[in-house]
């Protein structure tokens, strides 16, 4: 049987995102524009639509994930991003949530420290058009300090803590949007940073798949 992916991504949008209260409208156009089909490995594509994180690659480092499409989305509208906006996109993978981010602001800086998906993130984003986002190969608790400062970063994943150095590449005024914590303990965080002070508050529980290259160091307990 042959799937049809438009039908699918306007049921994910009906069912996966407006159920979960994502009511920005460039935001919900942005998915239904971006066929996220093409961001999964071949054999996975049936499942590109799912209400889940869809395995793209197992690493030395760790497993890469497609983040499920609400928890995702929310975390954007959580950001507010605006038509002139930068972006700072961790842990990009094969490009999808860049392409998404695309539609919604100026430009976008994607980083990724695994080659293989930073070489399918480039391959993949001009066949659709897209020319605002850069692709950089690199560690991804190191952002991209060369581009910085930017309006919002956005992180891929869920993590123990956020380094202190992409606090240092928002702009006065950015925003910094990810999910703290494993499994069912994980919390979406919105910070803010005025006046060079960064600032954090709780926004909703998310459950999603860990990035790789976050996790808090071990203390030493007497």
């Given at each position: 049987?042959?799937?049809?992916?438009?039908?699918?991504?306007?049921?994910?949008?009906?069912?996966?995102?407006?159920?979960?209260?994502?009511?920005?409208?460039?935001?919900?156009?942005?998915?239904?524009?971006?066929?996220?089909?093409?961001?999964?490995?071949?054999?996975?594509?049936?499942?590109?639509?799912?209400?889940?994180?869809?395995?793209?690659?197992?690493?030395?480092?760790?497993?890469?994930?497609?983040?499920?499409?609400?928890?995702?989305a929310k975390l954007l509208q959580l950001a507010?991003?605006?038509?002139?906006?930068?972006?700072?996109?961790?842990?990009?993978?094969?490009?999808?949530?860049?392409?998404?981010?695309?539609?919604?602001?100026?430009?976008?800086?994607?980083?990724?420290?695994?080659?293989?998906?930073?070489?399918?993130?480039?391959?993949?984003?001009?066949?659709?058009?897209?020319?605002?986002?850069?692709?950089?190969?690199?560690?991804?608790?190191?952002?991209?300090?060369?581009?910085?400062?930017?309006?919002v970063i956005i992180i891929e994943?869920?993590?123990?803590?956020?380094?202190?150095?992409?606090?240092?590449?928002?702009?006065?005024?950015?925003?910094?949007?990810?999910?703290?914590?494993?499994?069912?303990?994980?919390?979406?965080?919105?910070?803010?940073?005025?006046?060079?002070?960064?600032?954090?508050?709780?926004?909703?529980?998310?459950?999603?798949?860990?990035?790789?290259?976050?996790?808090?160091?071990?203390?030493?307990?007497?």
């Amino acid at each position: 049987m042959t799937l049809n992916f438009e039908d699918l991504r306007i049921k994910m949008v009906d069912n996966q995102l407006r159920t979960t209260d994502v009511t920005d409208k460039p935001l919900l156009q942005a998915f239904l524009d971006v066929p996220r089909e093409k961001f999964v490995p071949s054999a996975r594509e049936p499942l590109a639509y799912i209400d889940d994180d869809v395995l793209l690659a197992t690493t030395e480092a760790g497993a890469r994930y497609l983040m499920q499409p609400s928890p995702f989305a929310k975390l954007l509208q959580l950001a507010t991003i605006h038509p002139d906006d930068t972006v700072l996109d961790i842990g990009c993978a094969t490009g999808y949530s860049a392409a998404v981010l695309a539609r919604i602001a100026r430009s976008v800086v994607a980083v990724e420290n695994e080659a293989d998906l930073a070489d399918q993130a480039r391959s993949i984003l001009p066949t659709l058009g897209i020319e605002n986002v850069e692709i950089v190969q690199g560690a991804l608790q190191s952002g991209c300090p060369g581009k910085a400062p930017f309006d919002v970063i956005i992180i891929e994943g869920s993590v123990d803590q956020v380094p202190g150095t992409l606090f240092e590449q928002l702009k006065d005024g950015g925003r910094l949007v990810v999910v703290e914590g494993a499994g069912n303990a994980g919390k979406s965080m919105l910070y803010l940073k005025s006046d060079g002070i960064v600032s954090g508050r709780r926004a909703f529980n998310s459950a999603v798949k860990p990035l790789p290259g976050f996790k808090k160091a071990a203390e030493f307990e007497f």
